[in-house]
């Protein structure tokens, strides 16, 4: 089956502290794998997108990396913000379908 | 500006009332699709399109319908609206998935509440 499981499932940290969330999927066969931020009440925005040759990406302060042997993703976040507090999904893709498997995502409060 | 647009944002309703939320995109996208959102069930998705004329269930496509008459509109269909479909809806939209990485581009979604 087609799943893909988010650890934490919430975290709290303090502002300007860095954290990393984890991202588990059994997708197949693997297209790409997105992370998305978002907003309580908003539409998801992409952070990134990888596909399989990708070990990791950034966007800012955000860094993505990806095992595809091990079908593990994390995003980590540097010098974390007020505004970095969030639900943070991630989103496999398999090759040649359609449709997206979405995790539940992982809910950031960053304190002051 | 580059977007996707939903109407309504929010929307109170009565069992068995058809309704319709419309759904537009500007950027000449193939693919669309419809989500609804539930805590702790997280994104889940209804149906998608991946052309005009072209749409196909999803994860949970029970109580919907959809059309794609014109490549820039996907509208969401509850022919007879229950509670149970109380629910944040979303829509999207990209370049065609599969043949590529392409970033999927949200509505502000739709806040669908069934009495």
């Known amino acids: 089956k087609n799943q893909v499981e988010q650890s934490p499932q919430s975290l709290i940290i303090l502002e300007g502290k860095n954290c990393t969330l984890q991202?588990?999927?059994?997708?197949?066969?693997?297209?790409?794998l997105r992370w998305y931020k978002q907003d309580t009440g908003r539409g998801p925005v992409s952070l990134t997108i990888?596909?399989?040759?990708?070990n990791t990406k950034s966007n800012g302060r955000y860094t993505a990396t990806l095992d595809a042997d091990t079908k593990q993703s994390s995003l980590h976040i540097t010098a974390s913000q007020l505004s970095d507090s969030a639900s943070y999904i991630c989103v496999v893709s398999r090759r040649e379908y359609s449709t997206l498997t979405f995790g539940k995502g992982t809910m950031l409060l960053v304190s002051p | 500006e580059a977007q996707v647009t939903q109407n309504p944002r929010y929307l109170i309703t009565v069992t068995g009332k058809k309704l319709t939320v419309t759904c537009s995109q500007n950027m000449n996208h193939e693919y669309m699709s419809w989500y609804r959102q539930d805590p702790g069930l997280g994104l889940r998705q209804i149906y998608y399109s991946m052309n005009v004329e072209v749409t196909d269930k999803g994860d949970v496509p029970e109580g919907y319908k959809v059309s794609r008459k014109e490549k820039r509109n996907f509208p969401l269909i509850l022919e007879s609206p229950s509670p149970n479909q109380t629910s944040l809806y979303f829509c999207?939209?990209?370049?065609?998935?599969?043949?590529?990485?392409?970033?999927?581009?949200f509505g502000p979604g739709t806040r669908l509440t069934v009495t």
């Open positions: 999207a939209s990209s370049l065609a998935p599969g043949k590529g990485s392409y970033e999927q581009y």
């Open positions: 990888m596909t399989f040759s990708e």
């Open positions: 991202c588990n999927y059994t997708v197949s066969p693997f297209s790409n």
